[in-house]
Nanobody
């Protein structure tokens, strides 16, 4: 299993970024996919998830600002981030598992390498 995240970078507060995650080694369309993040000195936290048929789930702090989506034909996951805040600064990880509940309760089965997002004030 490989999850290759990209698209991170440095952006000013209020700006936007789009993260992508290219998946391989498993049947992408059958899995719930999502994003976690980890800020410096803090634990990893759930950000968003998208189900096999497009149902989405977000943590409260990103609702209305972030949009998760997937392209099953391209085996790619996306995270559109708008109105970014300094507190969004973190390493963002692409993840996958069988259910959203499992992702949230036990942590995802599949993890990719992270991509760093830095939001300056």
């Amino acid at each position: 299993v490989q999850l290759q995240a990209s698209g991170g970078g440095l952006v000013q507060a209020g700006g936007s970024l789009r993260l992508s995650c290219a998946a391989s080694g498993f049947i992408f369309s059958t899995k719930v996919m999502g994003w976690f993040r980890q800020a410096h000195g803090k634990e990893r936290e759930f950000v968003a998830a998208v189900g096999r048929f497009g149902t989405t789930d977000y943590t409260g702090s990103v609702k209305g600002r972030f949009t998760i989506s997937r392209d099953n034909a391209k085996n790619t996951l996306y995270l559109e981030m708008k109105s970014l805040k300094p507190e969004d600064t973190a390493v963002y990880y692409c993840v996958g598992d069988d259910t959203v509940q499992h992702i949230k309760a036990f942590g995802p089965k599949y993890w990719g390498q992270g991509t760093l997002v830095t939001v300056s004030s």
